[in-house]
């Protein structure tokens, strides 16, 4: 299983990034695909997942109404679209997939995670 994030950068407060993230080695048809993130002296946090069986999406409160995860089955890939960004978006964004969104719920660890994404936001 390999997971590649891309698309972070530099951007200003109330700016946007968009996040993608290609997979190999599994498929986005039984697998749940997501976004969690690490700043430094803080704790992981969940960011977003899509579940394999109906598309359901969950997003952490923090980023309710600004972030926007989408997958593309056919091209085994998905996109988290970031608007609003704030200064305390700014971390490292992993993708991460396991057989269920039950890791970013009740806070554990998925089974497979890629290289992260730094983003950053500030003026």
């Known amino acids: 299983v390999q997971l590649q994030a891309s698309g972070g950068g530099l951007v200003q407060p109330g700016g946007s990034l968009r996040l993608s993230c290609a997979g190999s080695?599994?498929?986005?048809?039984?697998?749940?695909i997501g976004w969690f993130r690490q700043a430094p002296g803080k704790e992981r946090e969940g960011v977003s997942c899509i579940s394999p069986t109906d598309g359901s999406t969950y997003y952490a409160d923090s980023v309710k109404g600004r972030f926007t995860f989408s997958r593309d089955n056919a091209k085994n890939t998905a996109y988290l679209q970031m608007n609003s960004l704030k200064p305390e978006d700014t971390a490292v964004y992993y993708c991460?997939?396991?057989?269920?969104?039950?890791?970013?719920?009740?806070?554990?660890?998925?089974?497979?995670w890629g290289q992260g994404t730094q983003v950053t936001v500030s003026s």
């Open positions: 080695g599994f498929s986005l048809d039984y697998y749940a």
């Open positions: 991460a997939t396991d057989p269920s969104c039950s890791w970013i719920v009740i806070h554990s660890t998925p089974d497979y």
